[in-house]
């Protein structure tokens, strides 16, 4: 049996044999197909190599602020580390933690008010800093510190800015969460590796068995998963690397153990900490879905690991219904109150999960307090599918409901010591509307260090902040909902040239509040502010982190469909460009998005006034080399009432990428006969469809994609219909069944270790066989050891340089026809 822990060695074969997947005729390829890692020009490189703007947290109460600074890109000898893929999981054998993380080097406290600065003493050497965690009394931190050989835990004091280790290298971080604070601040509990487990099992065991799998009937469907158990040494390496124990650790390092070993998934402590509430996974394991699915038990704890009450025995999630409001039976979502000391919530189905019954009442939340012996209480019922619940202080509660098929939400206001009245519904509307969303609730600390909703001193107005979509554009906005007249009163609201964003209020009875603010040329920086004052005061002065990029010229476009669905997109052009120098190559960069309303898919979904920002997968790198730049344009795939969106997903597609080819050449800027079209995932699959349904285009870039979509057959993406529900669609959007027709230029490039649901890098191989085979002039880019994002430097760097190298040959210097003499 092959291994799951896949090595550099490994990885480099696959590459080399993905090079030679179209047969005899790979050995008479070009001597550049073996070319090794590239460098891209000097204007992109610089962008990449430019230092990454730092991540801010504040404490509750806004008077510190923590600035956490993150390293460049890694190595491609990081990333193709070796690595056990399992279950749905990607875990660092050598450290047993999940692989591919990112983490911060250096942390850095600042006073909010004053601005002082204060260096953190006693940082680990060589720092990979992650889950960042204040204690609920706000005078500790915690964070994870990734070692060569392990996970350590360490806790960083605010008022002395010393930080200091409280475990060795023993942490398992390979699933779920790996500490909590006990609500004294004082302790954590924390998930360690099992030190009794020995040495790996040996992956090379001869086999004792065949693998087998069954179905008596059942009706079973699964959307596409990847990395999943394979056979019984993948099931024994599952077992290794996630058994762990839970030790109860002081802050002078003592550790007591609490319970027994297990495969535990997430723990929680309760608010009062009497109690733990504990997730475990079970077997039988699956071969056919990922360890999310995997069976498990929710338990109550005491605080020595007794076992006080199961809560709920959650079978294999094999069975769930397809659809995207299907859920599985029985007790989900089980979490403590934050508002009581020890009491569990929790919300079951009423339609046996599945979204194809017509019942009245969805879902039931739940209600059950310690000592855990009374039968539980039903809350509330949910017309549509229970979406999540935030709790408050005030015997009051929120229930948000969704369904997916008509994008509908309801808010609902509960009364917790009134289980069973009738709930009252604060907001109804299509949660696709930007333009009515009264935004996200501000939260604060309670007395057991948790979140619950802030609310002013009548406790009848909540603190709101939201995005403030508008015909504008998107002005985000502070604000008070009123429970009783379900009115919004506006207290700020970000104005232009700015687009501005509370972050959070520091205290409601004084109004200061904290905001992150920027502008087409200002990066995001945080301020303090008041309402009802004009006055601003600067908590940070991050520079600029990409100087190369100031002055390049920004518009936001509208323009219409020929179906009468308005379409945006931002245009990017070079630094001191003006018509009259000539019309621009155009790049073209989009991801296509799903609507059952024509009116919100032509909305304004973001702010002309942001910051043009940069990361590896932006198109913004051709700004830099003389291209025209249309960046998130519009391509929404609409379908009213009754009709599918995808049901005209090929002809909307055509209609949105002419519209704005149009656009931008009326303008005056973009040369309609130089326009490149490219995106990433599901906007790879948009490129492929593009050219093989029409002539719009002189060349795509498709970044991994998927273009078989008979690979996917029980949905994906927006798509809820089986492959067997609606044929004629899946066979119309696949690409790969037209490839006898794309003859436009097409780069693909995918990772070869894709772990995303669907893009698999089959897809990429198969499609560039048959492109191939059909005569297309096409290019094949595998990325040894990069998954679904790519991470390592050497990898940004080389896919870089291979899209600039494309569009440079077939775009702006696009060859001319032959004419005969």
Known sequence: MATTIISPRSRLALWLMALSLAGPAAAQAPKDLNVPYQRPAESIAKLIEAPATPTAVFDSKGDWMLVMERPGYPSIDEVAAPEARLGGLRINPAVNGTSRGSSFNSLTFKKVTGGQEFTVQGLPANARITDVTWSPNEKQVAFLNTANNGIE?????????????????????????????????????????DTNRGKAPDTNMVPVGPVIQENLGRTAPSRTYQ???????????????????????????????????????????SPDGQYLLVNSTKKPYSYLVPASLFPYTVQVWDRQGKLVKEIA????????????????????????????????????????????????????????????????????????????????????????????????????????????????????????????????????????????????????????????????????????????????????????????????????????????????????????????????????????????????????????????VTLTATLYTPKGYKKEQGRLPVLMWAYPREFKDAATAGQVKTSPYEFTRINYGSPLFWVTRGYAVMDRTDFPIVGEGTAEPNDTYVEQLVASAQAAINEVANLGIGDPNRVAVGGHSYGAFMTANLLAHSNLFVAGIARSGAYNRTLTPFGFQAEERTFWQAPEVYNKMSPFNYANKIKTPILLIHGEADNNSGTFPIQSERFYNALKGHGATTRYVVLPSESHGYGAKESVMHMLWEMDQWLEKYVKNKPQPQTMK
Request: cysteine-free.
């Open 153 to 193: 835990l360490w806790v960083l004091g605010v008022e002395n800015r010393t930080a200091r280790k409280l475990t060795n290298a023993t942490v398992n971080d390979a699933y779920g969460n790996a500490f909590n604070w006990a609500p004294d601040s004082k302790s954590l509990l924390v998930k360690l590796v």
């Open 313 to 564: 025995d959650i079978p294999l999630g094999e069975n769930i219904p397809v659809g995207f409001n299907a859920v599985a039976t029985g007790p989900r979502s089980v979490s403590w109150r934050p508002d009581q000391p020890a009491s569990l919530y929790w919300v079951e189905a009423q339609d046996g999960g599945d979204d194809k019954k017509e019942v009245p009442i969805r879902d039931i939340v739940y209600l059950q307090a310690a000592p855990f012996t009374q039968k539980p209480v039903a809350l509330v019922g949910t017309k549509l599918r229970y979406s999540g619940m935030t709790w408050g202080q005030n015997d009051m509660a929120l229930v948000m409901e969704r369904w997916w098929r008509n994008r509908q939400e309801r808010r609902l206001l509960v009364k917790p010591s009134k289980p069973g009245a009738e709930p009252v519904v604060l907001v109804e509307r299509s949660y696709e509307d930007l333009y009515t969303d009264p935004g996200s609730p501000v939260m604060t600390k309670n007395q057991y260090g948790r979140n619950v909703l802030m609310t002013d001193k009548s406790g009848q107005n909540l603190f709101m902040i939201s995005e403030g979509g508008s015909p504008q554009g998107n002005r985000p906005f502070l604000s008070k909902f009123n429970l009783a007249t379900k009115k919004t009163d506006i207290l700020w609201r970000s104005e232009a040239p700015y687009y501005e964003r509370p972050v959070d209020v520091t205290n409601p009875d004084k109004g200061t509040f904290i905001t992150r603010r920027e502008s087409e040329n200002d990066p995001p920086n945080y301020y303090l502010r008041q309402v009802g004052s004009k006055k601003l005061t600067a908590i940070t002065k991050f520079p600029h982190p990409a100087p190369d990029l100031q002055g390049i010229q920004k518009q936001y476009l509208t323009y219409k469909r020929n179906d009468g």
């Open 227 to 269: 990395d999943l158990l394979k056979n019984r040494q993948d099931e024994a390496l599952f077992d290794y690397y996630l058994t762990s124990q839970l030790v109860h650790v002081t802050l002078d390092g003592t550790q007591t153990p609490v319970g027994g070993k297990g495969v535990i998934r997430s723990f929680n402590l």
